[in-house]
């Protein structure tokens, strides 16, 4: 594998000239980022359930299937 020396001259320049950042996180925000990540996963899911048909449609995979013109309508 290649690694490009652009990208390493690039951190080597970011962590010598780093400032500290006198932070401070008390575990009630670990607690809301690992909520954040959670939900946005849980979003992405629900994206995905929701457009999985149009998904697999515009890939080629499978076709839409229109309702018979004869069958009522739920």
Do not use: C, T
Not at 50 to 59: E, F, G, K
């Amino acid at each position: 594998m290649k690694q490009h020396p652009m990208v390493l001259w690039l951190i080597v320049v970011v962590l010598l000239f780093a400032n500290p950042a006198y932070a401070y996180l008390d575990p009630g925000s670990g607690s809301m980022i690992l909520q954040l990540i959670l939900g946005g996963v849980a979003g992405l899911f629900v994206i995905l359930k929701l457009y999985w048909r149009r998904l697999l449609a515009l890939l080629g995979l499978r076709r839409e299937v229109e309702p018979a013109a004869d069958e009522p309508h739920a």
